[in-house]
């Protein structure tokens, strides 16, 4: 049984079909990137599947059942940077915020909550950042900061949204190789939107394309092919590969962050 | 005997005080955790001119404000982010309330000391039943507030992800600028309207440089607040001027102290992080 299965999954925003007829099949386990030019509904879609926006048509199975009763099993790290506190809030306040945050009343589990808030900074290897304040990390940091508080109730499902914006490489790597030790170790599925293909390749197992509000979903190299790709488009697509790296282009023009990435790496040694 | 206790009015002046202090500081923490201080400077506004309003229309002034600061925490909550963080349209709001409070007082130039008691506060006219009221309000919004204060921390630091793990966001916003309501219109004919930050944001923007968690800064706060509150108080009653200058400036060099302090601690924390890196306790918590 996949975590996530979908089919015929349509999304309208503001009376703009963002996708629509979508097939979802999303393993247990599996490490997903999404992919497609901006505005393709890469968001969207990881917001549908939290009921953060509702679907026109479809049905969602989320872990087998109803996606409703589904969503307190699934970690969220949003795009956008949380609003935070002007002040010294530290790492560990942040995340244990989220602790079984959405219940009522006063918290008087200060044990449990001490310890889910270890166990979730050890397993993005930032258990020494607990005490420091939030503002005082650098961009690596606060990234994997933020996937711990996602990790902090139990999850069986990560989404992440572009979680490698404005990341140095070696960064990138770091949460890279954070979710697919999830994925391996906890048996976690995980979703993670991205601008440029290139990084996660020897990562993921599966890509899931969006473009024209469709979307197509397999491995990589399955998909990331010229017809494949020049189908979804609707125009001639072309993929092709220089040194292990993709370049994506679609009709006479490069898709700019990929060509771009090439080119940053064709300038190393 | 010590501030005067003998009189009634100095101790109702206290309990009012020390009441909206408290409440005004746990409140008020969350309003700068939120980023809502603009939203909250507005709503006090709109309750002058709805307390010169009642003035005008012979009504307990008392009454206008609660109305009316009540409506437009609604009105705020009902036009979502797209107002209550847009600085454009809650300066809108802010502008034309004063304007109308003006016209109110043009209209009724009977008893102008009631208006400026609303725009700059009156703590040493505090009659009983406004004690009372005061405290009696004051503790209601803290239990709200802590009934509250789990969804609304993990709100206030990740509204998506708490949205996606089941908190009414939006419903819990209409609570909280409820909340933040009652507050502004017990504190405001103590404080003042044009003061409200003294209680509301001062004393809790100074405890969020001053402390690491989420507990300790509401209480650093709230002994901020009340301290603030019971030195302005004795201050005027000892040396004179207005209990609300008093308040407002310790509130404004107690934050000016705190931004100097935080970075301090800041630089001593970071040194010994490579000390405490080797046994991470969880502290700070």
Known sequence: ?269 | MIMGLEYAFMRHALAAGTAIAVVSAAVGYFVTLRRQAFAAHALSHVGFAGAAGAILLSLDPYVGLFVITFLAALGLAWSGQRLSERDVGVGMILMFSLGLGVLFLNLYTANAQAAMSILFGSIVGVTTGQAWLSVGVASGALLLLAAMLRPLLYMSLNEEAAAGRGVPVKRLNTLFLGLLAITVAIAVPIIGALLIFALLVGPPAAAQLLSKNVFTGILTAVALGIGETWAGIGCAYYIGYPASTWIASLSFFVYLGATAIGPWRERESSDSTTVTAADPSGKGL
């Open chain 1, 1 to 269: 049984m996949p975590a996530i299965e979908g089919t015929g999954l349509t999304c309208q925003l503001g009376g703009r079909a963002v996708f629509a007829h979508l097939q979802l099949q999303i393993p247990h386990g599996g490490f997903v990137g999404i992919f497609g030019p901006n505005g393709a509904g890469k968001t969207s879609l990881l917001r549908a599947l939290l009921g953060l926006i509702p679907l026109q048509d479809g049905t969602l199975r989320i872990l087998g059942g109803d996606a409703r009763g589904a969503r307190t099993q699934i970690g969220y790290v949003s795009q956008s940077e949380p609003k935070e506190a002007e002040g010294r809030l530290s790492v560990a306040a942040f995340v244990g915020a989220a602790w079984r945050g959405e219940r009522w009343g006063f918290n008087w589990h200060l044990a449990a909550l001490h310890q889910a808030v270890r166990r979730a900074l050890e397993r993005v290897n930032a258990d020494h950042l607990a005490s420091r304040p939030l503002q005082s990390l650098s961009g690596g940091q606060r990234q994997r900061v933020r996937i711990a508080q996602a990790l902090v109730n139990p999850a069986r499902i990560l989404l992440l949204d572009e979680p490698l914006n404005n990341l140095d490489p070696q960064s990138q790597q770091q949460v890279l190789q954070l979710a697919k030790t999830l994925t391996r170790q906890e048996n976690m599925t995980v979703l993670m939107t991205a601008h440029d293909i290139n990084p996660l390749l020897p990562f993921m197992d599966h890509v899931l394309y969006l473009a024209n509000g469709k979307g197509r979903m397999g491995t990589v190299n399955d998909l990331l092919t010229t017809p494949m790709l020049s189908e979804l488009y609707g125009t001639p697509v072309r993929v092709s590969e220089h040194d292990g790296m993709l370049s994506i282009r679609v009709g006479d023009g490069f898709i700019p962050e990929t060509s771009h990435h090439c080119h940053d790496h064709g300038a190393q040694p």
